[in-house]
């Protein structure tokens, strides 16, 4: 991919923000500033005022060997005390968590209600022979249980690695085996959509694979009928059925791990992404400060993600609780019982931050307005997005919509590896523009350059790079240095590659392109899946779009368009010309879709991403790779019918 992103400004479309979709600023902030004079320095300040140390860290940053970096690495603490414990004594009786299940029923947990159910568990832990430095696998549902069974491990320096209740057993077995776990912290089954997902029968299966499990511990929550095998599967009940509710915390170096979470590869092996102590809480803490406004004593905040990805591990449970943030949690899927579940609990607990992904937007979208409109949604004073780019249009939706053309929209970037948000606006301090990241975090050095590694001028366009290390980074992949090194750090000589293309505009505002292998190259033209979904969807008519770039004789690749449609329009020959005529238009003739299939839904993995894969499957006719992580896997039956029956060219 020599030629693969050098071109990619020279259509750029633009949107011309007005006062009604910009947060007006005065030059950039003062933070800015501090942070880039001197960024070890303004870390530091974050760790040694946000955090509650054993030990206060003499030494910031440790560079000795990159890119293997270490920070605070002198100091010592335990997040468990940091997200509980030092709230107890002035603030025990605020809100943790406002939970709400799928069903309708609900809980709520105090900071001394959740340090309590934290100790008795982690004391059911240790029964259990659990130490600093052993592996559990966390399989759940967004249930309390999930952020006490992690809150009790980083209490006990036990590395916890949460698997998605949404990936198959398989997925699972892979994870236990490759983070060497003893045991698994389960539960019967999560409800879903009205459905049962069998989590302990997908366990079970598991298990028949990785020996090495010594333990399974089951939350009853569905009263779903499961096999209990006798000497290896305890109740969570009675695990902790008696234990007491003090439990002191491990002191743990800023440099012990924390956590692994699976990512996916590009050579189909997940890659275990290690997380530390200290660094990471710095940033997670200070991001989610900064970037959502937080007022601990006013805000009720609600990160819609599942913990079960690193936005839940960073936005839902050690951000928001060492921050002393009352948040919410929802079990469930947020069509159900009806399209306006999530707005009804926005109102209900007088939701004031609402962060969500653009997937989840654009599936609003296409629901439609009125399910929005029934409820008051004034609560609502920031809103955020988070997991992939967000086109302009989503963007204004949400804007308009759920922010009432008044609250800020924080559109960030970052990923599993980074650990915390890198990419964002501050509210009312940095302008917005709909569809742009717009600029580093405080602290955080990023670039675009070309193919040689130079930087790209404003105005231009190339690969995403991270010019120094942040307290949060990935220490590591899971028993594998040298991936570690080969896939991040190799690609441009001393920076970070996260595989991200992106155009920076005149301003300086990044925009984020997606993976570079989103970038097709058709008759010798780089364009991106992204464009083009974003010229798909600003018509009228598109709820959704999916593109993916296939095999053509003539032009090397061409461009393959599935396209879901809003509300009642119906999909006809008319259509699908005027949706070609109008990606021709928007992006220019050689981004017009040469193929455009209508259908009702995108194949989507439980985690909301569309699976492109499959799609480019179809598109050339190959066979389907594996379905089993899809939440609607029927839909690639039909799309492949349809596509079959052909569209016009």
């Known amino acids: 991919m020599t030629q693969a992103l050098e071109n990619l400004l020279q259509e750029e479309r633009k949107f011309e923000p007005t006062a009604e979709f910009t947060a007006q600023a005065n030059g950039r902030p003062g933070v800015h500033e501090e942070a880039a004079n001197d960024y070890q320095a303004f870390w530091k300040k974050q760790a040694l005022e946000r955090i509650t140390w054993f030990t206060e860290p003499q030494e910031v940053l440790d560079d000795s060997n990159p890119p293997f970096f270490k920070w605070f690495k002198d100091g010592e603490l335990n997040l468990s005390y940091n997200c509980l414990d030092r709230h107890l004594e002035d603030h025990g009786d605020q809100v943790a968590y406002h939970w709400v299940g799928e069903p309708g029923d609900t809980r709520t947990l105090t900071y001394t209600e959740l340090a309590a159910e934290v100790n008795k568990f982690a004391n059911g832990l240790k029964s259990l022979g659990l130490k600093k430095g052993d592996r559990v696998a966390i399989y759940m549902g967004m249930i309390p249980e999930l952020p006490i069974a992690m809150l009790a491990c980083a209490r006990l320096g036990v590395i916890h690695s949460v698997v998605f209740g949404g990936f198959s057993s398989e997925a699972l077995a892979s994870r236990i085996l490759d983070g060497e776990a003893h045991v698994v912290i389960t539960q019967d089954g999560a409800w879903r959509g009205g459905s049962v997902v069998p989590l302990k029968a997908n366990t079970d299966i598991a298990l028949q694979k990785t020996p090495g499990v010594e333990h399974a511990i089951v939350v009853r929550r569905t009263d779903h009928g499961v096999d209990m095998e006798e000497g290896r599967d305890i109740w969570w009940h009675d695990l902790v059925d008696g234990q007491s509710d003090q439990c002191e915390p491990e002191v743990l170096n800023a440099e012990d791990p924390l956590y692994i979470l699976y990512t996916s590869g590009t050579t189909g092996r997940p890659k275990g992404i290690v997380h530390t102590q200290g660094g990471y809480l710095t940033q997670v803490m200070t991001t989610h400060s900064y970037v959502f406004d937080l007022k601990p004593d006013e805000d009720i905040y609600w990160c819609a993600a599942d913990i079960g990805w690193v936005t839940g591990h960073s936005y839902i449970v050690y951000g928001p609780l060492a921050n002393r943030t ?195 190259l058709v008759a010798g033209h780089n364009i991106s899946t992204t464009e083009v979904e974003s010229a798909l969807v600003s018509h009228p008519s598109v709820a959704e779009a999916a593109v993916v770039g296939r095999k053509d004789e003539l032009t090397g690749q061409a461009i393959a368009a599935f396209v879901t449609l809003r509300g009642d329009v119906q999909g006809d020959e008319d259509l699908l010309a005027e949706l070609r005529d109008h990606v021709a238009n928007t992006l220019g003739p050689i981004a017009k879709p040469k193929s455009l299939v209508f259908t009702n839904d995108l194949p989507k993995t439980r985690s909301g991403k569309i699976m492109r894969r499959l799609l480019q499957d179809i598109s050339e006719d190959r066979q389907l790779g594996d379905v089993t992580t899809l939440a609607n896997a029927d839909i690639v039956a039909e799309i492949a019918d349809k596509a079959k029956e052909g569209s016009p060219e």
């Open 326 to 520: 009352t948040g919410v949690m929802y079990e469930g899927a947020p069509n159900y019982p009806d399209f306006d579940r999530l707005w009804q609990i926005i109102e209900d607990y007088n939701v004031t931050i609402f962060y969500t992904a653009p997937t989840a937007i654009r599936a609003f979208m296409k629901w439609g307005d009125e399910h929005v409109e029934k409820h008051d949604l004034a609560s609502l004073r920031v809103i955020g997005t988070v997991g992939e780019p967000i086109n302009p249009e989503a963007w204004i939706w949400y804007h308009e919509k759920i922010g009432r053309g008044s609250s800020p929209i924080v559109d960030t970037w970052w990923q599993t590896e980074t650990g915390a948000i890198m990419i964002t606006p501050l509210p009312g301090v940095v302008a917005t523009k709909p569809g742009s990241a717009t600029i580093p975090f405080p602290g955080i050095s990023a670039d675009v350059v070309n193919e040689e590694g130079e930087s790209v001028p404003l105005g231009g366009g190339g690969f995403l790079v991270i010019n120094q290390p942040w307290p949060a980074m990935a220490r590591t992949i899971y028993g594998d240095d040298e991936r570690y090194v080969d896939t991040y750090w190799s690609r441009f000589d001393g920076r970070y590659f996260p595989g991200d293309g992106c155009k920076r505009d005149d301003e300086g505002y990044f925009w984020l392109l997606g993976r570079v292998d989103d970038i097709m």
